[in-house]
Structures are given as C-alpha cells and as structure tokens.
C-alpha cells in the first residue's frame, strides 16, 4: 500500500508519495504528525529560489519542531535515494541525526545533499504549485516576505480516501 500525503497550501495543493520501505520511521514521523494535524497552519519559512523550500517548524522560526520520538531522531540514508531533481521530499537537521519535523521539497537537482539529509518521499502532483512557491519574493534568512502556509494535511492511501 502506498501512503499519500497531501499539503493544502495557500498557494493549492501538493501530493507528496512516502518512501516507507527506504525511510520507515521517518515515513511514520512525517504521517503521524499531519494526522495530528501538527502542521496545520504552519508556514514555509525557507524559500531559496531554484533549491528548496522548507516548512514543518510550528514556531516558523527554522528552529523548532519535534518529532514523534522526542525532540530529535536519527536519519534514515538509502544510498539509492538521491536528490536528483524538483519534487524530492527531504528531512531538514542540523547535522547527522538530528531530525524533527521540518521538511523541504527541492526545486532542483541538489546532489551535495546526498547522504546528509534522509530522503523519504517525492512529489507526484502539484509541481506547478511548488514552483510558484520558489519565485516569491523572500527577505533576511530566505523568508518569505508574505506567509505561505500549510492550510491543512492530510494522509490519504492509494486507492483510499482519508
């Protein structure tokens, strides 16, 4: 069965498909916490404009978030994963396992990222929506100059509705 995750943003909506068997508990951080509707309402407080943007932090700051486990958990490297292009789900940390909540989604390929940050899911509609995303205008520490935010998330299964 394949998990589903759809990110209602102000801007529309994106499905982000979650790689269970590469990145279990990261998969399970990511759902549990859209179930919980911990994102709801939070911002994309990163945007860099052909890189990523980031969300997931509830404090908006970049420096908040927790994960299911605890504050911080470890990351999950498939080798076979790669940053390769636009639309690859990633866990953001500062530095080797240390992993919350926040996520970016890439607008490019970004390969120096590889092996550093735990990849768990990509983009399978709403990259129209995502590039959008990375043409706003941002100030000081890449922050959007008006919120774009995460209305609701949801977990839907293939096949399956919520």
């Not at 943003?9 to 399970?28: I, N, R």
């Amino acid at each position: 069965m394949v998990t589903n995750v759809v990110l209602e943003t102000t801007m529309g909506a994106v499905t982000v498909e979650l790689y269970e068997d590469q990145a279990p508990k990261t998969c399970k951080n990511f759902r549990t916490l859209a179930e919980r509707r911990y994102y709801d309402g939070t911002v994309f407080h990163r945007i860099i404009p052909s890189f990523m943007i980031q969300g997931g932090d509830p404090t908006g700051t970049g420096r908040g978030g927790s994960s299911i486990y605890g504050e911080k958990f470890d990351d999950e490297i498939d080798p076979s994963l790669r940053h390769s292009g636009a639309g690859i789900l990633s866990m953001a940390n500062s530095g080797p396992n240390t992993q919350g909540s926040q996520f970016f989604i890439t607008l490019a390929p970004t390969p120096w990222l590889d092996g550093k940050h735990t990849i768990f899911g990509r983009l399978t509609s709403g990259m129209r929506v995502i590039q959008r995303m990375g043409l706003v205008k941002t100030g000081a520490a890449d922050r959007p100059l008006e919120d774009l935010k995460i209305v609701r998330a949801r977990v839907v299964e293939e096949g399956g509705e919520e």
